[in-house]
C-alpha cells in the first residue's frame, strides 16, 4: 500500500505529521497530488479553539484542516470523462449531492447535504494526495499556475459575498473593509480594493457593518441577531435570500 504524509491537528494548538494511505481513485473520482493548500480563518479557529461557529472538532481524535487546495491529477478513476492524468486542477471543497433542486437549477452552493472538506467530522485536504469527485475539480488554464489555484475558492467567496452583501446593504453601508482578513480570502481581496490607510486598528467598520446588515435584512422579514452573524451561516443566508430575490 503507497503511503502519503498528512498534517492533523492533535488537540489545541498542535500538529502532528502522519503516514496514512494514499487513497484510490473511485468511480467518477480523480486522484489529485496536491501542491498548494491555503490556510483559511476557519482553520485557525479549529486549531486554536476547537471550532468555528457552529462546528467543532472532536478533540479526543486527529483532525485534518485545510480545504483549498489545488494540484495536479496524477490518476482518473472508472467513468471519468473530461478530466485527465496531467491536469491541473482548483478543488471546489464543498461536494454536494447533484441531485437536489439547489443543484439541478446551478446553485450547487445551496445544496442542504453539502460535505465540506475540514468541517468536522469531514477531514480536510493537509495532505499529498487526495482522491476527489471529477465534477469538483475545474481544470486550469495554462496561465494560472497552482499556486493561483489554491487561491479560486477564497476569491470566489470574497467576489460572491462581497457582491451579494453589497446588494443587500446599499445604501445602508458605504464600504466593507478588508484590513481585517488575515488570510488568502482577505489577501484576494485587498489584492483588487484600495485598503484603508488611515492606520485605525479598529472594528467599528465591522460593528457598523454588522448593524447595517441586520437592518437591511430585518426591512426584508429576516429576523438576525449577532449569533447569526458567525461565518458560514451568514454565507448561506446571504447566498439563499439573493437567490430568492
Not at 467598520?205 to 435584512?217: K, N
Amino acid at each position: 500500500m503507497k503511503m502519503q504524509k498528512g498534517a492533523f491537528m492533535r488537540g489545541l494548538d498542535n500538529m502532528v505529521i502522519k503516514e496514512i494511505p494514499v487513497p484510490e481513485a473511485g468511480r467518477g473520482q480523480v486522484l489529485v497530488k496536491l501542491e498548494y493548500v491555503g490556510i483559511c480563518g476557519s482553520d485557525v479557529h479549529y486549531f486554536h479553539t476547537g471550532a468555528c461557529g457552529s462546528y467543532k472538532v472532536d478533540l479526543s481524535e486527529d483532525f485534518m484542516l485545510g480545504h483549498e487546495c489545488a494540484g495536479t491529477i496524477v490518476e482518473i478513476g472508472e467513468g471519468v470523462k473530461d478530466l485527465k492524468v496531467g491536469d491541473r486542477v482548483a478543488l471546489e471543497p464543498g461536494i454536494t449531492c447533484g441531485t437536489c433542486e439547489a443543484c439541478k437549477s446551478g446553485y450547487y452552493n445551496l445544496c442542504p447535504d453539502v460535505v465540506f472538506l475540514a468541517t468536522p467530522p469531514v477531514q480536510g485536504c493537509n495532505e499529498e494526495y487526495i482522491a476527489f469527485p471529477e465534477n469538483m475539480c475545474f481544470k486550469l488554464p495554462d496561465n494560472v499556475s497552482t499556486l493561483e489555484g489554491c487561491l479560486i475558492e477564497p476569491l470566489s467567496v470574497d467576489d460572491v459575498i462581497r457582491s451579494q452583501i453589497l446588494c443587500l446593504l446599499q445604501p445602508c453601508i458605504h464600504q466593507v473593509r478588508h484590513d481585517h482578513f488575515a488570510c488568502p480570502m482577505g489577501f484576494a481581496g485587498k489584492q483588487r480594493h484600495q485598503p484603508d490607510t488611515s492606520g485605525a486598528e479598529n472594528d467599528d467598520g465591522i460593528a457598523d457593518f454588522h448593524s447595517a446588515l441586520i437592518c437591511r435584512m430585518e426591512s426584508h422579514g429576516k429576523r438576525l441577531d449577532q449569533a447569526s452573524l458567525q461565518r458560514g451561516y451568514i454565507v448561506r443566508k446571504l447566498k439563499a435570500h439573493v437567490l430568492r430575490e
